[in-house]
């Protein structure tokens, strides 16, 4: 039995993104953390650690957000995409297929995930700052939306598509100068940025595809960064964005479609209070609704691309605890059985999360510890000086808010395979990405015949 009481730290079911844990956390009897009804513990018996674990309702109330406050505050048609360089898979792309919601890809892997569980190839965006011919040619025979980055894009293109072909559907990603910090942001002319055309860039090049047969741009794009909590950028964004379409209307392009690009944040630690979806998709939707309105313009489909806010919060790690070593008067560390190959966010960026273990998550701490992984690198710890209650080795611990740029950053330093990914929902686990072996780690060597003959 479950007790019905929603786990301490689910302070918004609607919006994923203000809570540290899955929005189907709950305690049972027994005081041991569940997640989409199934145990975590018994997820870490079953499949082994570390392990990814993905909640399927949250991951589907996060798009059903985004698209309930896109139809309540915007005017005109809307499109959510999923960013899915947060972390693409054959079964997440499938659920945002099953949610309706669209896809923004950046490689011909992240193509090719999309293509194969039947993406519709219209709500396909192909961005990269660094396309490659192959990579261009595969996007237009499939028909999908190429986000112009470059001039090398519109070079490449350029030789692509012979003449009297059928045009390629394009947007124009710009840099709006717009830059975000967390708790601030400034405006530049120029931002220091290797994405998107520069904005004193923008009305030559618009001038340039018009004279192009095979170019049918049909939308911009702009973004300003990511895990951003204030909305204030992202108004002026609208704003930005409503200028070069009037620009872009005025030489002729026919823009159906204003791309503002991701960037919420989530609560990875309690002191994160980052804006609700709702919020963030009413500021973006009233700003872009005046900005139209105050130089005239119809209102333009506006799409919106989060990746971390839709399937950060879903996702958790579990690690088995390992070895010990206390250090008298320092410190204390634990290992665990992962560590930066799994989630490389720590030691990239000095990333905050929150632990627990998971078969007693509300006792209180009891002692002061390192969380290290297993990796040959000082550097490798996933939490420094972190409250725990008493523990063992051998117990299971979760790392909340993994969901993003954790599986899709991952790596295999050290030859450490990586770990599997189950997605849960309704009390029932399904397997959605196999646990890689350390034999499997071999499958690209090439090993010359004059070693083997040498024995
Ligand atoms: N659209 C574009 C063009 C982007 O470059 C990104 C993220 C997104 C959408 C999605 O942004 P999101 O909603 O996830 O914030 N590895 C870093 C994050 C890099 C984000 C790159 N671009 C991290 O782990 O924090």
């Known amino acids: 039995m479950t007790i019905a009481r929603p786990f301490d730290f689910i302070q918004d079911k609607a919006s994923p993104n203000r809570n540290i844990f899955p929005i189907t956390a709950e305690i049972d009897q027994n005081g041991r953390l569940k997640v989409g009804g199934c145990l975590l513990s018994s997820l870490a018996q079953q499949y082994g650690t570390p392990l990814y674990v993905l909640d399927e309702s949250t991951f589907r109330q996060s798009c059903k957000a985004y698209k309930d406050a896109l139809n309540n505050y915007y005017n005109g048609e809307s499109l959510v995409l999923y960013a899915s360089k947060a972390n693409s898979s054959l079964a997440i792309t499938s659920l945002a297929k099953s949610e309706g919601i669209g896809i923004d890809v950046v490689s011909e892997g992240e193509l090719i995930t999309a293509l194969k569980v039947g993406m519709p190839t219209e709500k396909i965006f192909f961005h990269g700052n660094n396309k490659s011919y192959r990579e261009l040619l595969f996007a237009y025979n499939n028909e999908v939306n190429i986000v112009l980055d470059n001039q090398h894009d ?138 139209c309105k105050r130089r005239s313009l119809n209102l333009p489909r506006l799409l919106c691309e989060p990746g971390r806010s839709i399937v950060a919060p879903a996702g958790l790690t579990l690690y088995r605890i390992g070895s010990r070593k206390e250090i008298p008067g320092i410190r204390t560390y634990i290992s665990v059985d992962g560590g930066m190959s799994d989630n490389p966010r720590p030691i990239t960026y000095e990333s905050a999360y929150t632990a627990c273990l998971v078969d007693k998550p509300l006792s209180e701490p009891q002692e002061t510890i390192t969380i290290a992984g297993k990796h040959c690198e000082s550097g490798d710890v996933l939490l420094k000086d972190y409250q725990l209650p008493s523990f063992s080795s051998g117990d299971i611990l979760s790392i909340c808010g993994t969901g993003a740029y954790n599986a899709s950053m991952s790596s295999n330093y050290n030859r450490i395979p990586k770990p599997a990914t189950v997605l849960v929902g309704s009390g029932k686990s399904e397997l959605i990405q196999k646990r890689e072996l350390p034999e499997d780690l071999l499958r690209y060597d090439m090993l010359p015949d004059r070693f083997i003959a040498e024995g």
């Open 154 to 291: 519109i070079d490449l293109l350029g030789k692509i598509i012979q003449p009297g072909n059928k045009p390629a559907k394009l947007m124009l990603r710009f840099t709006p100068g717009i830059e975000c910090h967390t708790h601030e942001y400034i405006r530049t002319g120029h931002l220091d940025s290797k994405f998107g055309f520069d904005l004193d860039r923008l009305e030559d090049t618009l001038i340039q595809l018009k004279q192009y047969s095979w170019a049918n741009l049909t939308g911009l794009h702009a973004h300003i960064g990511s895990q951003i909590f204030e909305l204030a950028p992202h108004i002026d964004l609208a704003e930005v964005l409503a200028d070069a379409l009037k620009k872009a209307l005025g030489i002729g392009h026919p823009i159906s479609d204003l791309n503002v690009g991701g960037g919420l944040g989530i609560k990875y630690i309690s002191s994160d209070d980052p804006p609700s979806i709702n919020n963030w998709v009413e500021a973006v939707s009233n700003s872009l609704e005046d900005s």
